[in-house]
């Protein structure tokens, strides 16, 4: 599942006539990259959700034939669900009874998606979380079994755990890397939640009795573009499909 349905408030003005998914890069739109490294990595079913500027999407997406893949149109213009509800709404497309992959539009990477899908597979985990040791104010914090236990805002100084003992210093921390590979006993979980909710809530509410497992970048480079300031540095970003 791609996340295409954020507003792209940090890349206003550029947002306000076209959609983040399809800001482009090295003359293609992000859209496209991320679909082309799916394919490469052996993706055929795509699940595309969609609100700002919905329209340009769905018309990218017919004018490319699809790009010969199966991608299916999670529709959220009634009403934008945030990372876990949209993840929710998509369910009948997702629960095919295999794990799936969801990767946000606007993250740039060469990492090997394969062995992450892997990963997860031959682990017990209900969800695997790509993560990195990059600088970042907002950190998940993970314990010595990489086994999530927590949040922590660095600036702020807040703190976020199931746990009523919690002490963020005893934990490693890590930025998520907005890829993450779920399994379908996630969306059974979901179906008690509301509409809309962020999944980083959702995990941090089940990790207790479900594992939500850390995998840590070893070998790769990864961008967020949504924001102004990486827009430049994605112009030249090795590797793109």
Known sequence: MIL???????????????PKALIPIQGKPLLEHLIRRLAAAGFREIVVNVHHLAG?????LKAHDNFG?????????????????????????????????????????????????KAHCQ????????????????RLLFDKEQRLC???????????????DFQAGAYTGYAFG??????????????????RFSIIDFYLNVCPEHEVQAWPVKAGRLLDVGKPETLAEAEGFPGLI
């Not at 295409?4 to 076209?18: E, F, H």
């Not at 340009?56 to 990218?60: A, E, L, R, S, V």
């Not at 969800?127 to 104010?137: E, G, H, K, M, N």
């Not at 399994?183 to 509301?194: G, H, K, N, R, V």
Request: net charge negative; with cysteine.
């Open 178 to 195: 907005g890829i993450h590979v779920l399994s379908p006993e996630a969306l059974d979980c979901m179906e008690t939640w509301s509409d």
């Open 56 to 60: 340009q999407i769905i018309d990218f």
């Open 150 to 164: 927590g949040w922590q805002n660095r600036q702020s100084g807040e703190v976020k755990s199931p746990y009523a």
């Open 4 to 18: 295409a349905a954020g507003l792209g408030t940090r890349l206003k003005p550029l947002t306000d006539t076209v």
């Open 69 to 117: 893949l199966d991608i299916r149109i999670s529709d959220e213009r009634a009403c934008l669900l945030d990372t876990g509800g949209g993840i929710k709404h998509a369910a009948s497309y997702l629960n095919d009874g295999e794990p799936f992959l969801v990767h946000n539009v606007d993250i740039l990477s060469d990492i090997d998606l394969r062995a992450l899908y």
């Open 123 to 138: 682990s017990h985990a209900m969800a695997t979380l790509l993560v990195s040791d990059r600088p970042a104010s907002r």
